[in-house]
């Protein structure tokens, strides 16, 4: 089987941001409340930039890290809730921005954890030679589906995109891979497009409500379970032990998450790296901006794990050397 190592990553944002106290004078919360709960002091919000914009903006970065040509990228996989149009996918889009004309480009629908499916599409294309360069995205425009009126949720989310590259390598950097999903529209929800059929002409009143739907508590305490749990499956495939890990990159969904997450499988919360503060949940695009934020920190031979979870439901992770 063929090695895979990450040789780039790159992020990009919108320039307008939108800070707890601004928040407050949309509805009814505070900088104190915010904070407490989540650990989000401000977040960056589109302000006309697109999903695609966001995206190709990350990729170029990343791509330029990696020192390749775009002609060598030959796989283009995007998580993404919010693709600027549902046809073609926000990776066709893309890949004509970049003229990453040697690609073939698809999205993935796996919410927060998209990152860490489209990881696995491209590390498993790289093994078994179907490709040999992976560029993979998570962007979002989460503000185009949060209800602006809605402090249970509007205070949550932010815009943001990630990308890295992956590509073939005699020596594998890749020490395990865990994903896995649990079907479930009550916890967190979008219903997006109207889903009665037009023809027939079906009315029903929830087909105007296109926005985000939470229920928090239950999330919570679904994240609290997985989020250990992701980092154990990818210990046990490495045959590795948790003292063995030098830094965590977990979804930036909740600073108390990151927190009960490390406590319950025993990580000094310093290996957390944490940029929620600024950005808030950035979905798919959350675990890929951390990565390319916290790499300057890194050594070489240092052992980094990265934990997705979110909508569907679904949750993975992954453990690489850097
Ligand atoms: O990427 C997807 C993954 N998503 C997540 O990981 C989210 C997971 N869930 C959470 O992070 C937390 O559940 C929240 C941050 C969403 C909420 O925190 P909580 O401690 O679970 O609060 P709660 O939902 O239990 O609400 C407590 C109170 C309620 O008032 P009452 O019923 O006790 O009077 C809410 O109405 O806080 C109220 N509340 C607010 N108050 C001020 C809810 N949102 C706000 C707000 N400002 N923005």
């Not at 707890?20 to 509805?27: G, H, S």
């Not at 919010?82 to 926000?90: I, W």
């Not at 480009?105 to 990152?115: M, R, T, V, Y």
């Not at 940029?275 to 990565?291: E, K, M, R, V």
């Amino acid at each position: 089987m063929r090695g895979v190592k990450i040789i780039g990553t790159g992020s990009a944002r919108p320039n307008k941001t939108l800070t707890n106290d601004e928040l407050a004078k949309l509805v009814d919360t505070s900088d104190e409340w915010i904070t407490s709960r989540t650990g989000i002091k401000s977040r960056y919000i589109s302000d006309g930039v697109s999903t695609t914009q966001l995206a190709v903006e990350a990729a170029k970065k990343a791509i330029e890290e990696a020192k390749i040509s775009v002609l060598e990228i030959d796989m283009i996989v995007v998580g993404t809730l919010t693709p600027d149009l549902l046809m073609p996918s926000a990776a066709c889009m893309i890949q004509s921005a970049l003229g990453a004309v040697n690609a073939t480009a698809f999205d993935i629908s796996a919410a927060c954890s998209g990152f860490i499916y489209g990881s696995k599409i491209a590390i498993n294309a790289i093994r078994c030679e179907d490709a040999k360069t992976v560029l993979v995205i998570g962007a979002e425009v989460l503000s185009k589906i949060v209800d602006w009126k809605d402090r249970n949720t509007c205070v949550l989310f932010g815009d943001g995109a990630g990308a890295a590259i992956y590509q073939e390598s005699e020596e594998n950097k890749i020490l395990g891979v865990y994903t896995q999903s649990e079907g479930n529209v009550k916890a967190l929800s979008l219903n997006g497009i109207p889903l009665s059929n037009c023809f027939l002409q079906t009315t029903n009143e929830n087909d105007t409500d296109f926005y985000i739907k939470m229920d928090g508590r239950e999330v919570y305490k679904f994240a609290i379970s997985v989020a250990p749990l992701c980092i154990e499956k990818v210990l046990e495939k490495a045959n590795m032990d948790v003292s063995e890990i030098d830094h965590v990159i977990l979804h930036q969904a909740n600073e108390r998450i990151m927190d009960m997450a490390a406590k319950k499988i025993d990580i000094d919360q310093s290996k957390f790296f944490k940029n929620l503060d600024s950005y808030g949940n950035t979905s798919a695009a959350s675990i890929p901006i951390a990565l390319d934020e916290a790499k300057s920190e890194f050594k070489p031979g240092e052992k980094i794990v990265l934990v997705g979870f979110g909508g569907g439901l679904t949750w993975g992770s992954i453990l690489f050397e850097w």
